[in-house]
């Protein structure tokens, strides 16, 4: 839509010796230290400090235009702008960045080079302009040489929005313009929103070239068949896909095409609270120079990261390239999985550790996204709630779900994939009396599933939520696979599973789908 004002190109900014272009790890490193952005951590991992320590949804809109208008899914999730205010919010931002030292990455989103997304990152910080090159795909000199941007990230963390006057709900904004092909971003310097926000526009984009975007980590076993991990954040996806026994295509954002599967990133982006070198060696090990921590404790004298000190936020992160994974797959493409793995972290303890599901309940699963939202992944989490997130992935999906599910229904039908549920939360009880489950345990299951052991196993039905669950599994307590055999008050232990089971119901409602998916949903047998 066409304005009256005159809209000021980003690529006005880009010259003179002030805009720094496609600098290598070495030298941001040199800048964001000499510009007291950031500590060196012990291993010469960089440590920033971000005064918001997660997303915040509520600021993040869509300009509402003749491209997006009849395919976003508008709501509390995909909020509209309007393309005027968009523009005048775009345009003090350019203003304000006039003056200032700029830092640029050419990059890819997208392994497969079919279905690739060429973005341009303009950053106010040298850390910032770090962390993308470490997140996503670097071009070699050829591709760099070649390189044109469809899409122009501009972050600008120290520009604060009026919402009075810019028409945002706080200081901090993001804006994704699909005409302008352009995001823009401002008060915030919480990193993942870049991430997130290529994300969003991967999302919106690829199924209409037949690719199913994918909120999920992937890896291959030494028989060369890959896996899936779907989940939120701080459900696991970087921890149980970074195995050292599989190689790792990617730990958060995939595209399953006709072809196979690709990651979208070329990096990864781990949560650190409590990591530690016995249960997380591979990502321990990446923390390393080039690697980028986020709101993690330095000891003051030896700077030696303390990953038990959730002081600042339990969402501490390490972003890393994917390479500093000794066992990863380059470039980040696998063939089509035969197991995906769906991931909650039930904040109630009742799921099971382990269930498989039929292709009817891997559907009503995927649309339901049961999960908890951990302590410091979105602004105001301070402690796990449980919530229902769209395609394990809501914040995200701009489009509206049925197209995503649609999607995953064929490519399981198509592939002949077996679907797993996969509770990495509690046991024994809800947050506050339960334990979360143990790393070794959980990555024992999902070992027997994603190797096909565990299929094998003999099954029974669950009564609390209708679920099939094996009797037995290696290198886990049979005592283990039973939730409700964890809990001491089995009378509360029922209590919580009906509360839970008529959350899902209540959940589901919204859905439009066919009855064989609405009755595959949890029901007790007993």
């Given amino acids: 839509m066409a304005t009256a004002m005159h ?17 290598h790890a070495p030298a ?26 997660g997303r915040s949804p509520k600021d993040k809109f869509t300009v509402r235009d003749e491209i997006t208008s ?169 921890t149980l896909s970074a195995d050292p026994w599989r190689r790792l295509i990617g730990d958060d954002e995939h595209g399953w095409s006709p072809e196979g599967v690709f990651n979208f990133e070329g990096g990864c982006y781990a949560k650190c609270i409590k990591l ?43 972003a890393y390239p994917v390479d500093f994974i000794d066992n990863c797959v380059i470039p980040g493409v696998g063939g089509h999985p035969r197991n995906v793995v769906f991931l909650t972290a039930d904040a109630f303890g009742v799921l099971p550790p382990i269930a498989r599901l039929t292709p009817e309940q891997a559907m009503y699963h995927f649309l339901s996204g049961y999960t908890a939202k951990l302590a410091g992944t979105e602004s105001g989490v301070t402690e796990p709630q449980a919530t229902f997130s769209t395609c394990f992935g809501a914040p995200f999906m701009p489009l509206p779900p049925k197209v995503y599910a649609e999607m995953l229904g064929r490519r399981l039908r198509e592939h002949n994939a077996q679907c797993w549920l996969v509770n990495t939360g509690w046991q024994g009880g809800p947050v506050g009396v339960g334990h979360r489950m143990e790393i070794p345990y959980t990555r024992a299951m999902v070992d027997a ?16 939520f209708g679920l099939s669950i094996p009797k037995t599994c290696p290198g886990v307590r049979l005592e283990v696979l039973k939730p409700r055999n964890a809990w001491r008050d089995k009378a509360a232990y029922d209590k919580a599973a009906a509360d839970l089971r008529n959350r899902f119901a209540e959940n589901f409602e919204k859905f439009d789908v066919p009855a064989e998916i609405r009755v595959a949903g949890p029901h007790g047998t007993s």
């Fill in 70 to 238: 009849g395919k976003v899914a508008w709501g509390v999730v995909n909020q509209p702008i309007q393309p005027q205010v968009s523009d005048a919010l775009y345009e003090r931002v350019v203003q304000y960045l006039e003056s200032r030292e700029l830092f640029v990455q050419d990059l890819f989103s997208g392994a497969d080079p079919a279905y690739r997304l060429p973005v341009r990152f303009v950053n106010e910080l040298a850390w910032h302009n770090l962390f993308v090159r470490q997140l996503f795909l670097r071009p070699n000199a050829y591709e760099l040489k070649n390189h044109r941007p469809e899409f122009t990230v501009i972050a600008a963390p120290n520009f604060r929005a009026d919402p009075g006057r810019d028409g945002t709900n706080s200081e901090a904004f993001i804006l994704v313009n699909f005409s302008r092909r352009t995001v823009l971003i401002g008060g915030t310097d919480y990193a993942g929103e870049m991430k997130k926000a290529i994300f969003g526009i991967m999302n919106f984009l690829l199924p209409q070239r037949n690719v199913f975007p994918m909120h999920c980590s992937a890896n291959v076993g030494h028989d060369g068949v890959t896996a899936l991990f779907f989940g939120l954040s701080g459900t696991g996806k970087t």
């Fill in 7 to 23: 809209i000021s190109d980003v690529a006005e900014l880009l010259h003179g010796d002030r805009v720094h272009f496609n600098l």
């Fill in 449 to 464: 599933a994603v190797e096909g052991t565990l299929i094998h196993a003999d099954f029974e039905i669950e009564p609390a």
């Fill in 276 to 318: 530690s070198e016995k249960n997380e060696p591979q990502i321990f090990n990446a923390i390393r120079f080039g690697c980028v921590l986020e709101n993690v404790v330095l000891d003051p004298v030896t700077h030696v990261p303390d990953y038990n000190d959730g002081s600042l936020t339990e969402n501490t992160r390490a």
């Fill in 28 to 53: 941001l490193v040199e800048h964001a230290v000499a510009r007291r952005e950031v500590q060196l951590g012990a291993r010469g991992a960089v440590v920033a400090r971000t005064g918001r320590t």
